[in-house]
């Protein structure tokens, strides 16, 4: 049995008698389109429908979910891997209940593990997946290697775009980079699109349209709709005052549509169809993946 055979019957056998969270991986083609911004909301409004949600901010460096909320957590993913913290220590408490994890620099020093950390990380990991219900990873922005190796491990994908040509463009690419990956399977991934500052839900629609012709065309992923979040100056000024916008301004049209997308991935007849790998799951596809190459 090689290493890589022995890691998957170490998860195999450490999941098996826990719960599985659901994991939705929120990403986008580039930056600066509003993607921290649904994670940090769409997580508020999940809990409010009773789901414990924990955040994974895995945008290295950048701490945008943390500024997001205007708390500073005191430990990250890399103290629990590297100086022996535990779950606890490194869930911080967010508003609503949320919990929140900063990734900090621990997935990429994840490459050269040894047997003995990559147990505890993953008992720790089952651990959350006992813990939570629904995680929700915000990737960092752009196209690189540790945002595809996320977005290839987990089994659902939220795709964030604007009406930007640059991030509609960027959003295929991504897509385009992810159908490369010998370890993608298209048709074991969900992934939904949101349309992010438009000026009308017909605009989101049409946004929604032109990307998902091309990619159907040419990369043979299926691409859903989860909906549209209308342009507001008020979303900039909540991040400036750095309190999420579906509590200060909670009849605005986007704290609106984080409530309906909520209500949409708790549907049950949804929820009953999800495949529930796991954050546990999702983290030993990255290790495999990394030891690989």
């Known amino acids: ?35 921290s911004s649904i994670s940090v909301n769409l997580a508020i409004a999940l809990s409010k429908l009773g789901k414990r949600v924990v955040i994974l901010d895995a ?22 891997i590297f100086r022996g913290k535990s779950l606890a220590d490194i869930v911080t408490k967010g508003p609503e209940n949320i919990g ?25 990991l089952v651990e959350l997946d006992h813990q939570a219900d629904i995680i929700l990873i915000d990737t960092g922005a752009g196209i690189t290697d540790s945002v595809i190796e996320f977005v290839a491990a987990s089994s659902e994908v939220l795709l964030v775009s604007t009406p930007e040509p640059t991030s509609i463009t960027d959003a295929y690419a991504l897509l385009k980079t992810l ?9 074991d991934t969900i992934i939904r699109m949101i349309s992010n500052r438009v ?32 342009q507001d100056s008020n979303i900039s000024k909540a991040v400036i005052h750095q309190k999420p916008a579906i509590l200060l301004y909670p009849n605005l049209n986007f704290s609106r549509k984080m409530n309906e997308f909520a209500s949409n991935l708790c549907d049950k007849d949804i929820e009953q169809k999800q495949n529930k790998r796991g954050i546990a799951q999702l983290f030993s596809n990255l290790l495999l993946t990394r030891r690989k190459n």
């Open 59 to 80: 945008d290295f460096g950048l701490a945008n979910v943390e500024v997001m909320l205007g708390i500073r957590p005191q430990n990250n993913l890399a103290d629990l």
């Open 100 to 124: 929140f994890i900063s990734g900090g620099s621990g997935i990429q020093e994840m490459t050269n593990l040894q047997r003995s950390q990559i147990v505890y990380l993953i008992q720790k």
């Open 179 to 187: 159908s490369r990956k010998a370890d993608f399977s298209a048709h």
């Open 199 to 230: 000026m009308s839900d017909r605009e989101g629609r049409e946004l929604y349209d032109k990307l998902n012709t091309v990619v159907d065309r040419f990369l043979d992923i299926p691409m859903d709709y989860l909906g549209a979040v209308l």
């Open 1 to 35: 049995m090689d290493q890589a055979e022995r890691l998957r019957e170490m998860v195999k056998n450490l999941s098996a008698p826990k719960s599985t969270a659901r994991v939705i991986t929120v990403t986008s083609g580039k930056g600066g389109v509003g993607k």
